[in-house]
Structures are given as structure tokens and as C-alpha cells.
């Protein structure tokens, strides 16, 4: 059995695998996508759907038009160009699946920009909501990184819907390690025309040495600790931390980022917080957007005719993909 998972199906089934702490083995192609054997429809019925996380539809890949199977439950998509060598993945003996940038440009056609730059920052993140269950996510390994898909569509100038997942690559970063944080490193990064605070893209839980002190005979000495603050500004000088109720279940994971928050100031990045009430309230998080301008710029931007509207339109469509997700298209 040779089956190629495809759009959906394959971002489904290699989180699945990332989620058990697993990799897909990497298979060496030669030749057009006409030289891949059509699946029969009973080796797409020995596909252990609940194992790898696939939907009530399967994606799958054809080397023809002619080998698109119509049946209710599969999707069949056409791979009319040459296949290159990385293009595969192995998820399981006999089961192929396709590199995250062509499964990307294969939904990206279904798209619009916000849910595009959403999927990366969850193709790139460490987090997968396909693996989760309802309403929740699984912690993962990623899938790629920003640098790797933008090479990988360097390589395929001709993928169809490549320039869609390149567009919204302009707008993505690695490391996000939630939904949540998806959303804000939207709403405070995108440009203010597509309702941000244009702060621009944030880095994602990277390690900043902030100061801390310790004791050396009764005399504090200051020393640098590792600290990774969820979204920051380097450039600007400032951090954001997103404060949700799975993260801050206890008083020691409050007072752990209370304390991460403290030392990050004597490092000279300001950090501000931010609780899920205070993402759900648009007049609150714009009051933290002019706190946040003030310690970055100095001063309070302008913001041109019609943002705020744009800014409640975002809020509404984030809210609205995590409720839905990209597994709708499954």
C-alpha cells in the first residue's frame, strides 16, 4: 500500500506524530507525480484514521485526474508537476504524506489572510490543535520553521497557492507555543490595515538573560538569568505576557511569571501583562496598546480612519478560526 496524504490529511497526520514524540522518515523521489501508483479505495479504507488524527474526509494525492477517486469521504488532489526529492514524508509503512509548504498551498487556496498566517504560526509553533482534542491542543514539536518554508517555496516557484503561503510568510514567526499566543502576536503585530497595533512580529518565547540578584557574603551581586517571555519586541524594547487560565491554573505558575516579569525590567525590557478578560475586551487591550506605544516610542501613535473598526473585525475573526479552526476544511 502506497498512499500520499495530502492538504488537511497530512498536516493531521504528521502533528499526530509529533504529539507522540515521533518524526516522519524523509523518502527519496525521482521522476513526475505521474510516476506515484493511484491508491485503490480499499487501501484508503486500511488507513487507521483515529491513529493519525484524520477527519471524517481524507485528503489524498493523485498523479492524475483520471486516478481521482469520487467518493463521499475523499478528496483527491492532482500533483501534475515534478515531485522533488524532499517532497515526501513517511508517517507510516506504506503511508506517505506531503511537506507541510505543499499541504499549506493546497488549503491556502481555501483561505483568507489572517486564517494563512494563523496555520504557519502553527505549522511553526510548538503547539497542535489537531492533537488536542476539542477545544484544546497538544504540546509538539514543530512542524517547520519560517526560514525552512520560505525555501522550500523558493524551490517550487510554480506551486499553486504558493504565493498565498508566501504573502502571509511575511507576517509569520517560529515559537508559538498556543492559540492564544497566535492571536496576540496577531492582533499587536499585523499592520494597522488589517486591525493590529502594528507593532510588527514579535519574537516568541525566546530566551533573554534579564538581571536577578543573588547573595555573596550578605552582599547582593547581581547575575543574569535565562528568561522567555512570550512575545518581545527587541528592538523596541519590550514584552508581552499572556496570562490564560491552562498556563495559571496555580499560585506558583503566577508567581513564576510575576517574578520572570520583575527581572526582565532590570534587563531594560518593559514587560506588560495580559489576562484572557483583558484579550476579550477590546477598550482594555487598546489601553494596553497606548501603555505599550508610550514605553516603546514615547508617545501615543495616531491611528488612521477606520481602525478601530478593523481592530474589532480581527479580534471577532481570531476568536472565530480558534472556534472553527483549519480542520474545518478536513
Known amino acids: 500500500m502506497t498512499v500520499v496524504l495530502a492538504h488537511a490529511s497530512a498536516l493531521q497526520a504528521l502533528q499526530h506524530l509529533a504529539a507522540r514524540g515521533e518524526k516522519p522518515r524523509p523518502v527519496s523521489v525521482s521522476g513526475a507525480y505521474g510516476t506515484l501508483k493511484a491508491p485503490s479505495l480499499s487501501e484508503i479504507a486500511g488507513i ?61 487556496q481555501r483561505l483568507d489572510l489572517v486564517e494563512r498566517i494563523s496555520l504557519l504560526y502553527e505549522i511553526c509553533g ?30 517550487l516557484p510554480e506551486l499553486r497557492g504558493g504565493a498565498l503561503v508566501a504573502d502571509a510568510l511575511r507576517f509569520a514567526t517560529d515559537g508559538a507555543a498556543s492559540p492564544a499566543e497566535t492571536e496576540m502576536a496577531l492582533r499587536f503585530g499585523l499592520p494597522r490595515r488589517l486591525g493590529g497595533y502594528a507593532f510588527g512580529v514579535p519574537v516568541l518565547n525566546r530566551e533573554i538573560r534579564a538581571g536577578s540578584f543573588r547573595y555573596a ?54 514587560c506588560f501583562t495580559l489576562t484572557r478578560h483583558q484579550a476579550s475586551d477590546c477598550l482594555a487591550t487598546d489601553r494596553l496598546a497606548y501603555q505599550m506605544q508610550k514605553a516603546a516610542f514615547g508617545r501615543i501613535r495616531r491611528y488612521p480612519p477606520g481602525f478601530y473598526a478593523a481592530r474589532l473585525d480581527l479580534a471577532a475573526r481570531l476568536l472565530q478560526i480558534r472556534q472553527r479552526n483549519w480542520q474545518r476544511l478536513a
Open 48 to 108: 487507521d484514521r483515529a491513529v493519525l488524527g484524520i477527519g471524517k474526509r481524507i485528503h489524498i494525492a493523485v498523479p492524475s485526474r483520471e486516478a481521482a477517486i469520487r467518493r463521499s469521504g475523499v478528496a483527491s488532489h492532482v500533483l501534475a508537476r515534478p515531485l522533488p526529492r524532499w517532497a515526501l514524508l513517511c508517517v507510516d509503512p506504506g503511508l506517505l504524506c506531503l511537506h507541510p509548504i505543499i499541504a499549506a498551498a493546497q488549503m491556502a
Open 126 to 155: 510548538t503547539y497542535a490543535t489537531s492533537a488536542g482534542g476539542r477545544n484544546s491542543y497538544a504540546e509538539v514539536k514543530p512542524l517547520a520553521s519560517v526560514r525552512t518554508l520560505t525555501r522550500a517555496r523558493e524551490r
Open 217 to 270: 557574603d550578605g552582599t547582593p551581586v547581581r547575575k543574569g538569568q535565562p528568561r522567555k517571555p512570550d512575545l518581545t519586541w527587541p528592538e523596541l524594547s519590550i514584552a508581552l505576557d499572556y496570562h490564560g487560565e491552562r498556563s495559571h491554573q496555580t499560585f506558583k505558575q503566577v508567581d513564576h511569571d510575576l517574578r520572570r516579569t520583575n527581572e526582565l525590567q532590570i534587563s531594560g525590557i518593559t
